[in-house]
């Protein structure tokens, strides 16, 4: 472990020594509670554990049991704690608020990776929170990075016209930067290498937002000045709010997110202490120690676990710690803002891309040398949170494999595996079996009932709409996630096989606003309806009692598809709005100014053009010169003759009949823009850009060209 300079060696230790009896704590709950839930178990099942079969049963629900029972204990660290006044060994609490807001500042990036994001939408974001930071009066410590990784000409070529439309509305020529990489390897994690290897040495933090972060400025100072003000934190790592929910999906998460969050982020945060995780946005990080010890090597195994990381944060909060620096998750500042995915389509999307990456950690939880414990325990969680699923339904077949034996079999007294000259009767405790359900159950929904608890104790019930309309938000949520559970447990376990099988994977934007069609969710969904019918219908056949057990899983399966529909619509999730249902803080009136900025920016209407952007490049004289001016010369050896030829059958035939490497070919070599712009005003009026001109001398709109010729 290096050495970090100017480290508090004796806050440190103290701290740590702190951090480790809290986790010894919670392992003792978890196992504790683990194995009377496994004993209770074995005393369930008819042989109690006298067989292969029902062996296997109890290893996985003890892995199971064992899983949801850390967040279960997380959650009542959280609320014992703030029953308590809070954390009083937090990173915040170590500061006076007066002397921490004196602290000055140093030069921080700002920085905003992108990949096919809708652009107005994404950088009308980025605009709320210059304007924010502009507030505070201390916009002169902060640059404004825009990293683009997108691929389609018609999106980074409008990328590039909206950034120089932003930098001279907002007057941050020399503030606001764009960049766009030509290759981009490494998904996120080399957009944000590239960065640095480039410009890092120009500031010494890092704040990385996503698309749909929004970080008050206020929060984004303070941050600042903490870091400042604890030389050995390498990472503080802020705990988003899901904000901006319209469908009935993005509500439910948003407030979810909002209200549980307040326990389940409070203990998390004080068991992890100084070893927390980064969750890749929302967070500031120093860029010193950063580029010196967070570079992320390849793989070297088979499969998935050979080649580049994919999901990058986890393993950057492991290399931090491993050079010594801290990494902490500081619930104290707020105003930190995401978005939901607005349909459960979108976020089964997402969760495929997800998978992938986290199983990739077990590689480095096992394979990367000196990482924290902690550290490797984060891995551990991240993989489980996808590895989870296939574990559940591999238990429901092993239940529904031994509810078939024990129906359709004759009963074994010497079952294999069986030793002992005495036959082993089957026996049932039905009086056991309901305590065990109920004791899962308590771990599963019990958090969300302390949850309410502490709002009453804490005299907010009020922001989420009064006590009436918190407790049926809290009962309603707990509907839809019981309706979700299995859906997602059979989505993840095909993802995970499919990423264990190392199946072709790609990346791509994400929805933020649309719908999800009844096309779509049958689709998408009719593989696990298929399941859930043929599951139900055999446990029918069997026994009607197992058919019953069988239900909570079978049920919300087979009406996946319209349960897709209708939690992507937009109209019971404004109704429920209006009724004061699924509420959150954030959306009060009046607003915050951040979210009035964003809500106001995003709402402005966009002067859509006739013109696609690549057309807009070539025909706006303006828009050209911009180009041009981002554009490097590349005609240079045999691409000259290419790009030459490309320019020619670009002007006789149009764009349409262009693959998109080639126009990016062309929009990337600034003397094809040239002779493009030329040819095409001078092409004959009957020909594709001939057109292009006349359909734009019809266009009755304002302001037509985005930058002035």
């Given at each position: 472990?290096?050495?970090?300079?100017?480290?508090?060696?004796?806050?440190?230790?103290?701290?740590?020594?702190?951090?480790?009896?809290?986790?010894?704590?919670?392992?003792?709950?978890?196992?504790?509670?683990?194995?009377?839930?496994?004993?209770?178990?074995?005393?369930?099942?008819?042989?109690?554990?006298?067989?292969?079969?029902?062996?296997?049963?109890?290893?996985?629900?003890?892995?199971?049991?064992?899983?949801?029972?850390?967040?279960?204990?997380?959650?009542?660290?959280?609320?014992?704690?703030?029953?308590?006044?809070?954390?009083?060994?937090?990173?915040?609490?170590?500061?006076?608020?007066?002397?921490?807001?004196?602290?000055?500042?140093?030069?921080?990036?700002?920085?905003?990776?992108?990949?096919?994001?809708?652009?107005?939408?994404?950088?009308?974001?980025?605009?709320?929170?210059?304007?924010?930071?502009?507030?505070?009066?201390?916009?002169?410590?902060?640059?404004?990075?825009?990293?683009?990784?997108?691929?389609?000409?018609?999106?980074?070529?409008?990328?590039?016209?909206?950034?120089?439309?932003?930098?001279?509305?907002?007057?941050?020529?020399?503030?606001?930067?764009?960049?766009?990489?030509?290759?981009?390897?490494?998904?996120?994690?080399?957009?944000?290498?590239?960065?640095?290897?480039?410009?890092?040495?120009?500031?010494?933090?890092?704040?990385?937002?996503?698309?749909?972060?929004l970080l008050s400025g206020d929060t984004v100072v303070r941050m600042v000045q903490l870091m400042e003000r604890e030389p050995v934190v390498g990472i503080l790592q802020t705990n988003p709010t899901i904000i901006n929910g319209k469908s009935l999906f993005a509500r439910v998460q948003q407030f979810a997110n909002r209200f549980y969050s307040t326990l389940f982020s409070t203990g998390l945060a004080a068991i992890q202490m100084g070893d927390a995780a980064f969750w890749g946005h929302n967070?500031?990080?120093?860029?010193?120690?950063?580029?010196?010890?967070?570079?992320?090597?390849?793989?070297?195994?088979?499969?998935?676990?050979?080649?580049?990381?994919?999901?990058?944060?986890?393993?950057?909060?492991?290399?931090?710690?491993?050079?010594?620096?801290?990494?902490?998750?500081?619930?104290?500042?707020?105003?930190?803002?995401?978005?939901?995915?607005?349909?459960?389509?979108?976020?089964?999307?997402?969760?495929?891309?997800?998978?992938?990456?986290?199983?990739?950690?077990?590689?480095?939880?096992?394979?990367?040398?000196?990482?924290?414990?902690?550290?490797?325990?984060?891995?551990?969680?991240?993989?489980?949170?996808?590895?989870?699923?296939?574990?559940?339904?591999?238990?429901?077949?092993?239940?529904?494999?031994?509810?078939?034996?024990?129906?359709?079999?004759?009963?074994?007294?010497?079952?294999?595996?069986?030793?002992?000259?005495?036959?082993?009767?089957?026996?049932?405790?039905?009086?056991?079996?309901?305590?065990?359900?109920?004791?899962?159950?308590?771990?599963?929904?019990?958090?969300?009932?302390?949850?309410?608890?502490?709002?009453?104790?804490?005299?907010?019930?009020?922001?989420?709409?009064?006590?009436?309309?918190?407790?049926?938000?809290?009962?309603?949520?707990?509907?839809?996630?019981?309706?979700?559970?299995?859906?997602?447990?059979?989505?993840?376990?095909?993802?995970?096989?499919?990423?264990?099988?190392?199946?072709?994977?790609?990346?791509?934007?994400?929805?933020?606003?649309?719908?999800?069609?009844?096309?779509?969710?049958?689709?998408?969904?009719?593989?696990?309806?298929?399941?859930?019918?043929?599951?139900?219908?055999?446990?029918?056949?069997?026994?009607?009692?197992?058919?019953?057990?069988?239900?909570?899983?079978?049920?919300?399966?087979?009406?996946?598809?319209?349960?897709?529909?209708?939690?992507?619509?937009?109209?019971?999730?404004?109704?429920?709005?209006?009724?004061?249902?699924?509420?959150?803080?954030?959306?009060?009136?009046?607003?915050?100014?951040?979210?009035?900025?964003?809500?106001?920016?995003?709402?402005?209407?966009?002067?859509?053009?006739?013109?696609?952007?690549?057309?807009?490049?070539?025909?706006?004289?303006?828009?050209?010169?911009?180009?041009?001016?981002?554009?490097?010369?590349?005609?240079?050896?045999?691409?000259?003759?290419?790009?030459?030829?490309?320019?020619?059958?670009?002007?006789?035939?149009?764009?349409?009949?262009?693959?998109?490497?080639?126009?990016?070919?062309?929009?990337?070599?600034?003397?094809?823009?040239?002779?493009?712009?030329?040819?095409?005003?001078?092409?004959?009026?009957?020909?594709?850009?001939?057109?292009?001109?006349?359909?734009?001398?019809?266009?009755?709109?304002?302001?037509?060209?985005?930058?002035?010729?």
């Amino acid at each position: 472990m290096a050495e970090v300079p100017g480290a508090n060696l004796s806050q440190g230790y103290r701290w740590r020594h702190i951090a480790f009896a809290r986790r010894s704590l919670l392992i003792l709950f978890v196992l504790g509670q683990t194995a009377v839930a496994s004993y209770y178990l074995l005393w369930v099942l008819p042989y109690h554990g006298g067989t292969w079969l029902e062996l296997g049963m109890t290893a996985l629900f003890a892995i199971l049991y064992a899983w949801i029972a850390v967040g279960f204990w997380t959650a009542v660290f959280g609320f014992v704690l703030r029953l308590t006044g809070g954390d009083r060994h937090g990173l915040l609490r170590r500061h006076n608020p007066e002397a921490l807001a004196a602290t000055p500042l140093a030069r921080t990036a700002i920085l905003l990776p992108i990949y096919h994001e809708p652009v107005e939408w994404t950088l009308s974001g980025l605009k709320a929170v210059y304007r924010d930071i502009e507030r505070t009066g201390r916009i002169e410590h902060f640059e404004f990075y825009i990293l683009s990784d997108s691929r389609d000409p018609d999106v980074w070529l409008e990328e590039q016209r909206r950034w120089h439309e932003l930098a001279r509305e907002l007057g941050a020529e020399g503030r606001l930067f764009y960049r766009r990489r030509p290759v981009n390897l490494n998904y996120k994690s080399g957009n944000v290498a590239d960065f640095l290897r480039r410009w890092g040495r120009r500031c010494k933090y890092m704040v990385v937002l996503d698309a749909d972060s929004l970080l008050s400025g206020d929060t984004v100072v303070r941050m600042v000045q903490l870091m400042e003000r604890e030389p050995v934190v390498g990472i503080l790592q802020t705990n988003p709010t899901i904000i901006n929910g319209k469908s009935l999906f993005a509500r439910v998460q948003q407030f979810a997110n909002r209200f549980y969050s307040t326990l389940f982020s409070t203990g998390l945060a004080a068991i992890q202490m100084g070893d927390a995780a980064f969750w890749g946005h929302n967070a500031i990080l120093r860029i010193e120690p950063f580029m010196k010890h967070c570079g992320l090597p390849k793989l070297g195994g088979f499969g998935i676990f050979g080649g580049p990381i994919m999901s990058h944060d986890f393993v950057e909060a492991a290399f931090m710690g491993r050079a010594g620096y801290e990494v902490w998750l500081e619930t104290g500042f707020g105003n930190s803002f995401e978005e939901s995915p607005p349909t459960l389509a979108d976020e089964l999307s997402r969760d495929n891309r997800w998978a992938k990456g986290n199983l990739q950690h077990l590689w480095v939880m096992f394979r990367e040398p000196g990482l924290r414990f902690a550290h490797r325990m984060a891995f551990l969680n991240g993989v489980m949170a996808y590895l989870a699923s296939p574990l559940w339904f591999g238990f429901l077949v092993l239940t529904t494999l031994e509810a078939a034996r024990m129906t359709l079999a004759p009963i074994e007294y010497f079952p294999e595996g069986h030793q002992g000259p005495f036959p082993l009767w089957p026996e049932w405790r039905p009086d056991w079996a309901l305590v065990l359900a109920l004791s899962t159950f308590a771990l599963l929904f019990l958090p969300k009932f302390l949850a309410i608890l502490d709002a009453v104790l804490h005299r907010y019930t009020r922001e989420f709409g009064g006590f009436l309309r918190l407790f049926a938000s809290v009962l309603l949520e707990i509907a839809i996630s019981i309706l979700l559970a299995p859906v997602r447990m059979w989505a993840h376990s095909r993802y995970v096989v499919a990423a264990l099988l190392n199946l072709s994977l790609s990346w791509s934007g994400q929805n933020r606003t649309e719908e999800t069609t009844w096309r779509q969710a049958l689709v998408t969904q009719f593989p696990g309806m298929l399941v859930g019918g043929c599951w139900s219908a055999f446990a029918l056949s069997l026994d009607k009692l197992f058919f019953l057990w069988s239900l909570p899983v079978a049920i919300p399966l087979l009406v996946a598809a319209p349960t897709a529909v209708y939690l992507s619509r937009i109209g019971p999730g404004s109704v429920l709005k209006a009724w004061g249902l699924l509420r959150i803080p954030e959306e009060r009136e009046p607003p915050l100014p951040l979210l009035d900025d964003a809500r106001t920016f995003r709402s402005e209407p966009v002067c859509d053009s006739v013109w696609s952007p690549f057309e807009q490049a070539v025909l706006n004289p303006g828009l050209n010169r911009l180009h041009r001016a981002l554009a490097k010369d590349h005609r240079r050896g045999p691409r000259s003759e290419k790009l030459m030829a490309a320019v020619d059958r670009c002007l006789e035939k149009g764009p349409s009949v262009m693959s998109r490497a080639e126009l990016s070919g062309l929009a990337r070599d600034s003397q094809s823009l040239a002779d493009l712009h030329k040819g095409a005003w001078r092409a004959p009026e009957r020909g594709y850009w001939g057109q292009c001109i006349t359909r734009r001398s019809h266009e009755q709109v304002s302001g037509q060209d985005p930058v002035s010729g």
